[in-house]
C-alpha cells in the first residue's frame, strides 16, 4: 500500500527517492549507540529540493513544497484568509535562551501570495514583529494573532501602517522557560466562535477594555473568543500544541506523550454549578499501547543517541525505552482532515506531528458511547515519514483547496534544549535553522494542483450557499464573512437551509447562522429537536438553551428526549436541563441516571443540571424502590448528598432529609450513610447546624454518636472507620466528647491510617484545641503522621505558632519537621514570621546551589550500587516520582524524565527551581474558612483543584472555597536534597535509574 512517493518542487519537475529500510535504520542506530559519541557528526540541513527527496509518503498521495525559506522562517502555524492567501506565524523564540546572542530575534507575522496560481507562494509581506508568536487566524480585515502574553489585532494587512494600529484583544496569557507551553492554534468553530489552546503555561486572562475585570485563570483550560465582541469565556482544555476540530465541534488535543486526547464535555456548564468536583475533561482516546512504535525512518542525531546511553535505556525487556528513538515523546498539532480533495475514508482522520521523530501519524476514530476511540490507520508504516532529521511538522491546515498543509519548523534541535546533554550542547548551536522553515501541500497523486479559489467577492447568498460546500475551508470562511458582515440578507436564507438542507452538517451551519444574526427563534429549535439527523438533534438542545426556560412546546420537547436513540443525545439532554430550574427537569434526570448508573459524563452532567433542586431530586430517587435496591446507584445518591450539603439550601437540604428519614424504615444503613454524607459536606458553621427548633440537632447527636463508637472500634472494617471520623468534623469540636475520641485516635495503638485520618479531619475545626491535641500527641507519633499533623498545624495562624512555639522550648525538636516544609513555608511568610523561622531553623540553611551542584559532579561518573540506589528512591523519591512501577506519580515520570542528561537531572535535583515547568510549580491556597494550604496543584477542573501536600495525601478544595490561589514561585520539589542524599548516595540513585528492570 505504501512505497516511496514522487515529489514535486517549483523549480524542478519530479524525483523518484530511494528506500532506506527500518533494517538499516536499526543498524545504523545500534552503530550509532556503540561509537563513541561524537564519532559522527551532525547531520545538516538539506535544500528543500533535496528535503522532498527524504519524504516517504502514503502511495496515494504526492508532497509538494508550497513555500520555502527565505519566505518562511520557523513557520509554527498557518491560516488562509477569504482571498486564498497564507499568513504565517514565525517562531524564532523557541529556545532562544540557548541561543547566541547575536541569532536572537523577535518573532514575524507574514502574508504570502501565490500570484501566478501555480501553487507555489512567491510574494511575501511582513505584517509585524511581534514576540511569541504561535498562533494566527484571519479575522475582519486584518489577523489575529498570539503572541504571549497578548491576543492581538492586526487590521488591513495591504496597510503599511498596521503595526501602529494592532489592537490588545485579551492579556495575561502565560509562558513557560523555553517556550513551548504556551497558547496557540486559533479556530474557527462551529458555533462561529474562536477557539484556541492555552498550553501549559496558562496565565490569568483580562480584556484591556475592562482592567477592572478580575484576571480568569487558564490553567488546563481552553478560551473561546466572541469575534464580534470580543468577549471571552473559558471551556474545557488541556494539552500542550494543537487543536483540532471536527464537523460537531468535538475537540480534539495533544501533548508530548499523550497524542490523541478527546475533551469530553464542555465545562461551561459545570461553570454553572460550583458545589461539585466532575472528573477532568480531557481523556486519552488512544487504542495503540503507551510507548508504541512508531516507523522513524531518520538516522538518530548523535546526542540522543548519546542521552540514551547517559540515561541507561537499554533493558532486556523494555526494548522501547531502550530506543534513542521510536516512540511519542513530541507529539504536536493534532489536525481533523476535513477538505475534499482526499478520498471518503480520510475524511475525519486525525493527523498528529511526531516532531521528534520527523514523522506524521495517522489515526482513524470509531465512535463510542460517549467518546472516540483512535486507531493507527497505517499499519507497519507512518502516513509521512522523512529521512531528514531536520523536517519538524509541527502543525497542519485544511486548505482551500482540500490539500492537507504541513509546517515544517525545520530546525535541527526541537526538543528543550535542557533534554540534551551539555556535552553535546558545546558542539550544537541551538539556534540551527532558525532562519529555514518549509510549508508542504499533501494531496492525492490523481488531484492536480489549482489556483486557490477567493470568496472576498461572493454576495450573501453565495456565501449561504457555501455552507453546503464538503471543504471545511469553504464553510467556515463563508460563515465567517456572514458573521462579519451580518447582512439580514442572509436570515431567510439560513432559515430555509436549516430545515430543507439534505446534509446534517450543512443544517448545523445554518442553524448556527441564524444563533450569529440574533434570528434563531424556537421555531427554529422546535424543528432541529425533531431531526432525523443524532448530530442536529444535539445541537438543537444546546442552541435551544436560551428559550427553554419561557417555552412550554420546547420543554415538552426536551421531556421525550430523555428516550433518544442516541447515547450524545441524552448526554446533551443531561447537561441541557441546567439551563432551566423548573421541576420538568426532574423525571427526564432520573430517567437518565437509572438507565446510565455507572456512566461518568452522565453522572457530571446531571450533577451541573442541579444547581438547584438537588434536595428534590435525591427525593425523588430515594422514594424509588428501584433506585434504592440497585447498589449501582448508591455511589451516585451518595454524590448528590454531598452535593445537597456542599451547596448548602436551607429547604433542599430540609426536604434531602425527610426524604432520607422515609427512608430508614426499609435501608437503614443507607439512609444513615446519605444523612452523614450531607451533613458533613455543609460549611462548619451553616445555620442549619444550629437550628435549635428542628429535628437536626437530635439527628446529628444520633450521626456523631454512631460514628464515635465505629471510629473507635477496633473490630470494625478500616474503611468504615474512616469515614466515621470525617463525619466527626460536623459541628463544633467542643461539643459532645469529641475532643477526647479524637486523642484516642491519635495513640500508637491505632493503626497509622487512623491517626493520619484523624489529624486530617481536625483540620476542619477552628478550635485553638486541635493544636493541644496534635502536640499532646507529637512524641508518640511516627514520622509519616507527623508530616500529617504538621499540615494541619500549618493550616492556621494560631495552630503554626503553638507549634513554633513547642520547637522555641524544645517540646518538638527542631530537627523533626521537615527541612522541605520549612523552606516551602518560608515562601509565603511576613518578615516577623520569617524571621522566627530563620531563628528557630538555622541548622537548616541551605547551600550555594551551585556550589552543591558543582560538588555533586562527581556522582555521574562515580560507580554507583543499584540496589542501594532503590532504597535511595524509596526513601527521597517515591512520594513524587514513579518509576519501573514504584513510587507516585505526582512530578515527572522517570521511565520519561531518565532520558535527560545526568548532568540535567542533577541540576533537577540540587535545584529545582532553576528550570521548573509551570505544572511542578508549588502553590498557596487560602480558604473562606481561613485555612492555609501549600502544595502541587496535580489537576484541575472548572470547579475544583487537587493539591498534592508534602505529606503525599492529594486535598481536593472546590474553587468556591478558595479565597486566594498564590503561586510560591520556586518548585514543590524543594531545595535542600543533599541534606537527604550524599554524594555516594547520588551515585547509587543514578545507577538504579541506569539499571535493568528485575
Known sequence: MFRTGTCRHHTQSAWTTGAITLVVVAVLETLLVAAAPNAEPSAGPLAPAAALQSFQLHADFRIELAAAEPLVEDPVAIAFDSAGNLFVAEYPEFNQYRFPPARRRMGRIKRLRDKNGDGTFDEVTVIAEVPFPTGVIAHRDGVLVAAAPDLLYFPHPENDETEDKKQVVLTGFGRDFAGGGIFNSLRWGLDNHIHMATGFAGGAVRSPKHPEDKAVSLRQRGLILDPRTWSFATTSGGGQFGLGMDDDGNKFLCSNVRPLQFLSYDDRYIQANPFFSPPLPATNINAEPALTPLFRLSPLEPWRVLRSRIAGSQRRNDPEAARSGGVFTSASGITVYRGDAFPNKFYGNLFVGEVANNLVYRARLESTDFGWRAYRADKGTEFLASRDPWFRPVQFANGPDGALYVVDMYRELIEGAAFVPESSLQDLDASRGTSRGRIYRILPRNKSTKPLPSLTSHNTAQLVKLLSHRNVW??????????????????????????????????????????????????????????????????????????????????????????????????????????????????????????????????????????????????????????????????????????????????????????????????????????????????????????????????????????????????????????????????????????????????????????????????????????????????????????????????????????????????????????????????????????????????????????????????????????????????????????????????PDLETIQQRPAETLLVDILDPSRAMKPQYQSYTVQTTQGQLFTGMVVNETANALKMQQADGRRLEILRIDIESLKSTGVSYMADGLEQQISIKAMADLFAFLRSQQP
Open 474 to 891: 469553504h464553510r467556515e470562511t463563508a460563515a465567517r464573512l456572514l458573521v462579519e458582515r451580518q447582512d439580514r440578507r442572509a436570515r431567510p436564507l439560513l432559515a430555509d437551509l436549516a430545515q430543507n438542507a439534505k446534509s446534517p452538517t450543512t443544517r448545523l451551519h445554518a442553524l448556527y447562522g441564524l444563533q450569529s444574526q440574533n434570528f434563531l427563534n424556537e421555531q427554529h429549535v422546535a424543528v432541529a429537536l425533531r431531526d432525523s439527523s443524532p448530530r442536529v438533534r444535539k445541537h438543537a438542545l444546546l442552541l435551544g438553551e436560551s428559550h427553554l426556560p419561557k417555552s412550554l412546546e420546547l420543554q415538552e420537547l426536551v421531556q421525550t428526549m430523555a428516550d433518544d436513540p442516541s447515547s450524545r443525545v441524552r448526554l446533551q439532554l443531561a447537561f441541557t436541563l441546567g439551563s432551566s430550574s423548573s421541576s420538568f427537569r426532574f423525571n427526564p434526570l432520573k430517567r437518565l441516571l437509572k438507565e446510565n448508573p455507572e456512566a461518568p459524563l452522565v453522572i457530571t452532567a446531571v450533577q451541573s443540571a442541579l444547581r438547584h433542586g438537588v434536595g428534590s431530586m435525591l427525593s425523588q430517587l430515594t422514594g424509588d424502590s428501584d433506585v434504592v435496591r440497585d447498589p449501582q446507584l448508591h455511589p451516585v445518591l451518595h454524590k448528590l448528598a454531598s452535593q445537597a450539603g456542599a451547596q448548602g439550601e436551607e429547604s433542599e437540604i430540609a426536604t434531602a432529609l425527610e426524604a432520607l428519614a422515609l427512608l430508614e424504615t426499609s435501608k437503614p444503613a443507607l439512609s444513615r450513610q446519605l444523612q452523614q454524607r450531607l451533613l458533613s459536606s455543609l460549611p462548619p458553621d451553616h445555620n442549619i447546624l444550629k437550628n435549635t427548633t428542628s429535628d437536626i440537632p437530635q439527628l446529628l447527636a444520633m450521626l456523631l454518636e454512631q460514628a464515635q463508637l465505629t471510629a473507635l472500634n477496633s473490630a470494625t472494617n478500616l474503611d468504615l472507620r474512616l469515614e466515621a471520623i470525617r463525619t466527626l468534623a460536623i459541628g463544633d469540636l467542643e461539643k459532645g466528647n469529641k475532643s477526647a475520641v479524637f486523642e484516642q485516635l491519635l495513640t500508637p495503638e491505632q493503626p497509622i491510617e487512623i491517626q493520619a485520618t484523624a489529624a486530617v479531619t481536625l483540620a476542619r475545626f477552628k478550635d485553638k484545641t486541635v493544636s493541644t491535641l496534635l502536640l499532646d500527641a507529637w512524641p508518640r507519633m511516627t514520622p509519616r503522621v507527623r508530616r500529617t499533623a504538621v499540615e494541619t498545624l500549618f493550616s492556621r495562624p494560631h495552630w503554626l505558632q503553638a507549634l513554633l512555639a513547642a520547637v522555641q522550648t524544645n517540646t518538638v525538636a527542631a530537627s523533626e519537621i521537615d527541612p522541605a516544609r520549612i523552606r516551602l513555608l518560608l515562601t509565603q511568610a511576613t518578615p516577623p514570621l520569617t524571621a522566627q523561622l530563620h531563628q528557630l531553623f538555622s541548622h537548616q540553611q541551605l547551600e550555594n546551589r551551585q556550589q552543591v551542584i558543582d560538588r555533586y559532579q562527581t556522582a555521574i561518573e562515580r560507580k554507583g550500587n543499584p540496589v542501594s540506589g532503590q532504597l535511595v528512591f524509596k526513601r527521597s523519591c517515591a512520594s513524587c516520582h514513579r518509576f519501573q512501577g514504584q513510587g507516585n506519580e505526582v512530578g
